[in-house]
């Protein structure tokens, strides 16, 4: 452990007499280094309460199936943190004070309560100088996730999103082509009309006028068909993208490291999953759906204008470039602004979500005008963001609404020229009219496509950062030992180690222990002294910067991290529940928790101690626990957790039942 000159770390030698068979108490305590280790009486000296303040319990599953092996680590001073550990309630068990039975089994020797002597100076160097050496990242730094290489790469990875549902978008297509056909076909048919009534108003034109409406009109119904289906194609293939968008983001986030959640806040990384997902979605589905169409129509339309009158959509197309380059002016300016508005709503999600989360304290502390004035300042600044984008916005919807008026106008201009030069005849001229008018459209239809891309852009390159993020940790890949061969040994040698968050801050230096099989070991220490990152980086949630840590002779680096932490069974200091039924909650302990029966869940909340408060409950294991456990007690919710580890054991029913003796004393 990470100790200042005048202290160092010492594992005691076992301390009673080591009756065969029995499980051997070792502590680990802080001691001065003047002190040679024979002078200094095992565990002597430290007083009842350290031992069983807050702490963190490791339930042991290493080692031969029926020893109960763990190290319950020491709680804070003074019993910080209100004392919940599991260690606090083995205390209470413990007989006469000064001993220990943590989880030695009943007849094992056990430890006397441990204390610190040296509170203050311990306190003073192990909580406080921590922080006051070298707060590397300040606390709450989320040190954002760096911004993406924004590019045609990313328009890339956004249309590649869509590309598992290319069967259903090529069809999607297909009818979009044909109502978009169809819709564009009809003002030449229109014009046509016109043409009839008015070449030679004298003839009786009834019967043909009838005709050609009446085809119209069934034309008109497939397109509208054609239309409808490939909306609904279109719309049910978006919410398929979302769907894996989503899924994809959420099992990228929860295979990452944990350092990685060290300095990520979880309110940003919902707002990823919840908002930027929809956005991104909506910008590659309907928004790609709108867009289409637009482009179809604005292409089909400028052919047709082409066709019915060349002259005139040459002097209509040379105007369109001017309004070309404030639509891409325009794009950037939003691509970037909705990267930041993102970021920021990130940021108000982040601090509505920890406040919420954390009501009761906030209430506590009658924080509430002063937390609502922080998220109003928030989302203050995301209104600002979006005032910025509404008058970009406004002005680029004014400006090529007005580019489209006056070009509709220059078209009845000059097409009025060309229709007395006798160039072009009315229906013509009513022809290219209802043309330049859906360009016009279209072209409206296209921005609104840019814009809402662009909007897909700036939310997407957080995302890919996301998605693409490689853990620096392997996930569930490295060897798995023997289990008739594995014994449970392990071992931490010369291990240093600072936390990935706070670089400069040295937690262990040269930090070596040695765990037996078979042996039951209690860390004490004062509180910020690293007895929970022992067990963190045990179940290998970090690596040492340097040194070995091995069970068994193997080098954890090596094992399989899922395999490796399916052998270690932990309560933690502050267990953590899942909103959800008691039952479903114990039943998380297994590796299959839908194939766990009542019977099992009941045996290890029995085993737990858990049933008589259970069965008190009108709905039993059925009863809802709330978010993280809230409408539990904190002894309750350590004995779910307990209950939650034992089922993950597999112990066998003769140490079950050894067990239960114990946490029936608790
Ligand atoms: N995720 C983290 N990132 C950065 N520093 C951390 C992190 N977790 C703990 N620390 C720091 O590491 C040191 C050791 O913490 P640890 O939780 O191991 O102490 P502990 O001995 O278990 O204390 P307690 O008895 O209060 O539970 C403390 O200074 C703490 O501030
Ligand atoms: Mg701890």
Not at 186 to 213: E, Q
């Amino acid at each position: 452990m990470r100790c200042p000159p005048a202290w160092q770390l010492r594992l005691l030698p076992p301390w009673g007499p080591a009756a065969p068979g029995r499980l051997l108490p070792v502590a680990c305590v802080w001691a001065p280094a003047g002190r040679a280790p024979g002078s200094l009486s095992p565990l002597a000296g430290l007083r009842p309460a350290r031992l069983w303040g807050a702490g963190q319990a490791l339930l042991g599953g290493f080692g031969a199936p029926r020893r109960w092996r763990s190290c319950c680590w020491g709680g804070g001073l003074g019993g910080s943190r209100g004392g919940a550990g599991l260690a606090r309630l083995l205390g209470l068990w413990a007989p006469a004070p000064g001993r220990c039975g943590a989880f030695a089994g009943p007849g094992a020797p056990r430890l006397p309560r441990a204390g610190f002597p040296g509170r203050p100076a311990a306190t003073a160097w192990a909580g406080s100088e921590a922080w006051r050496r070298g707060p590397a990242a300040p606390p709450g730094d989320d040190r954002r996730l760096r911004p993406a290489a924004a590019g045609l790469s990313e328009a890339r990875k956004l249309l590649g999103l869509a590309y598992p549902e290319r069967w259903r978008l090529a069809a999607a297509v297909g009818f979009l082509t044909m109502s978009s056909v169809i819709s564009m076909s009809a003002p030449f048919f229109l014009g046509k009309i016109i043409d009839v009534i008015y070449t030679n108003p004298t003839v009786d034109y009834s019967d043909n006028l009838t005709r050609l409406c009446l085809g119209l009109s069934g034309v008109f119904l497939c397109g509208a068909a054609a239309n409808a289906i490939r909306v609904y194609l279109m719309q049910t293939s978006g919410q398929r993208i979302v769907n894996r968008l989503r899924t994809s983001l959420f099992s990228s986030i929860l295979r990452q490291e944990v350092a990685f959640f060290d300095k990520t806040r979880t309110g940003e990384l919902i707002n990823r999953l919840s908002s930027d997902t929809a956005l991104l979605g909506r910008s590659v589905t309907e928004n790609l759906s709108d867009g289409l169409r637009a482009g179809a129509q604005a292409s089909v339309g400028v052919s047709m204008m082409f066709f019915v009158s060349p002259n005139l959509a040459t002097f209509v197309l040379s105007l369109v470039p001017p309004v070309s380059i404030i639509a891409v002016i325009y794009g950037r300016y939003l691509r970037k602004l909705t990267k930041v508005t993102q970021d920021s709503l990130a940021q108000a999600t982040q601090l509505a979500e920890e406040r919420i989360g954390n009501v009761r304290t906030v209430r506590a502390f009658g924080k509430e005008m002063t937390e609502i004035e922080k998220y109003a300042s928030k989302v203050d600044y995301v209104m600002q963001l979006a005032r910025k984008e509404a008058f970009a916005r406004a002005g680029f919807f004014g400006a090529t609404g007005l580019s489209g008026n006056l070009i509709v106008l220059s078209v009845l201009y000059k097409g009025g020229l060309l229709m007395g030069s006798a160039h072009m005849t009315v229906g013509e001229l009513s022809s290219f009219l209802m043309y330049a008018f859906w360009v016009g459209v279209s072209i409206g239809g296209l921005s609104s496509f840019y814009s809402e891309l662009m909007k897909g852009l700036g939310a997407g390159a957080r995302l890919w950062e996301l998605l693409e993020r490689e853990p620096k940790l392997p996930f569930n890949e490295g060897v798995i030992l023997n289990e008739k061969s594995f014994q449970g040994a392990l071992e931490f040698k010369n291990v240093h180690f600072t936390y990935p968050a706070r670089p400069d801050v040295p937690i262990f230096q040269d930090f070596s222990l040695s765990i037996p099989s078979g042996s039951v070991t209690a860390l004490v220490g004062p509180s910020g002294s690293g007895k929970s990152t022992v067990l963190s980086l045990l179940l290998r949630l970090y690596d040492p910067v340097s040194g070995t840590i091995s069970l068994d002779g193997h080098d954890i680096r090596q094992l399989n991290p899922v395999w490796l932490r399916s052998k270690i069974g932990t309560v933690s200091q502050e267990p953590i529940l899942f909103s959800g039924s008691i039952a479903e909650n114990i039943a998380y302990g297994a590796d299959n928790p839908s194939s766990v029966t009542d019977e099992q869940v009941q045996r290890v909340a029995e085993v737990a101690n858990a049933v008589a408060f259970i069965r008190n409950f009108p709905q039993g294991f059925n009863t809802v626990v709330g978010e993280k456990g809230v409408l539990l007690s904190g002894g309750q919710k350590q004995r779910i957790a307990i209950a939650r580890a034992l089922l993950k054991m597999k112990q066998p029913v003769r140490w079950m039942l050894k067990m239960s003796t114990l946490f029936k004393k608790l």
